[in-house]
């Protein structure tokens, strides 16, 4: 099967088409769309066929489980037992948005669709054409990142199409994401809300609605014996072709550790890659180097990140050395997706 792609404007979404996507995903189909973080491969979150589709053309692990998408908060009380005062909260403030809850999920929401847990992850995105979608779907539409299980997740429609244009039944191509990472998870299943995904939604932004709210001991630190709640995030989501090590430091003590490393291996004969910021990217005078975005615009390093990495796929290379990202906002959420494709190999400059 070839996916058929259609380009639409997000502002201008081609009803006609919509109407069509809605109708495949109704009948058991896969359709992938954007959303404001990344695009989404969807299927019918109530059809315990559709999910298993899901995972075989993601080839993800079925223990794994999918969120699920509405596009109407009036959609959300069928899907969980009960929703805690500080999940109506979230609701008001961030959705719809790049934010996800885990909440105790009714008889409605098939076990395929949750790895097999009591709990739902449900997410509200702030985007037309998947809300359109969604609404066509009949309102409940399961969609993990649309790439192959193990790739970084994809943030044009074209790496939706590079990974599963073959296997899906249709990708709609609204143009780049805006956010580019994965939505903050936020799991309401104990008393105390805690973060399982960091993301665009700071735990700051969290604290200031919800008071006290933890972040899951499995995403602090790499080798604990506490394993993510998550499931998806134990898995080493990317692992690029190329070894890839973050150096941590002062800017000019980096910017030295970098150049001397990429020096080094070239000297041994290796292909090096370089992941700069723009403000620093000129210091660099070896190997391929790569602009992830500006330091000062944080949000541009965090939309592309992911493309970054898929670039560095393609290229001969056989080391990649990228500066850290502790940016102010987004820090959290860059670092942790970055740690994960470099396996946690951190160099002190
Ligand atoms: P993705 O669909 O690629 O954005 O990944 C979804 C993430 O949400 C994975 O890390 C899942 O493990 C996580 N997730 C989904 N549902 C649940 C749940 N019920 N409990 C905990 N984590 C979940
Ligand atoms: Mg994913």
Known sequence: MKAEIVAMK????????????????????????????VYGLGGNALDACSSRKIYAAKGRPSDNPLI?????LAD????????????????????PGPLTMILEKSDLVPKETTGGLDSVAVRFPDHPIAQRLI?????????????TSGRPSPTTAGHVAEDLGDTID???????????????????????????????????????????????????REDSAIHPKAPGMKYRHYAPRAALSIV?????????????????????????GIIAA????????????????????????????????RDFDAEDVQVIYSEAFHTPEMGQAIMNRLLKAAGHTVIEA
């Open 10 to 37: 997000p502002e201008e979404p081609d009803e006609a088409v919509i109407k069509r996507a809605g109708r495949i995903l109704k009948e058991g189909g896969l359709v992938a769309f954007p959303t404001e973080t």
């Open 68 to 72: 699920v998408h509405i596009a109407d």
């Open 76 to 95: 959300l009380p069928a899907l969980v037992r009960r929703i805690p005062a500080g999940a109506a909260k979230l609701a008001d403030t961030f959705w």
């Open 135 to 147: 609404k066509a779907a009949g309102g409940y539409v399961a969609a993990p990142s649309a790439n």
């Open 170 to 220: 249709m990708i709609l191509d609204g143009g780049p994401v805006q956010i580019g990472l994965e939505s903050t998870i936020v799991d309401f299943t104990e008393e105390i809300p805690s973060v399982l995904r960091p993301g665009y939604i700071s735990l700051a932004m969290l604290r200031d609605v919800l008071g006290e709210v933890r972040m899951d001991p499995g995403l602090l």
């Open 248 to 272: 941590e430091g002062e800017e000019k003590a980096v910017v030295e550790t970098i150049c001397r490393l990429a020096a080094k291996a070239e000297k041994e004969g290796k292909q090096v």
């Open 278 to 309: 723009e403000e620093t990217a000129r210091n660099y005078k070896t190997g391929i180097v790569k602009t992830i975005g500006k330091r000062a615009e944080e949000e541009t390093i965090a939309r592309h990140l992911y493309q970054v990495l």
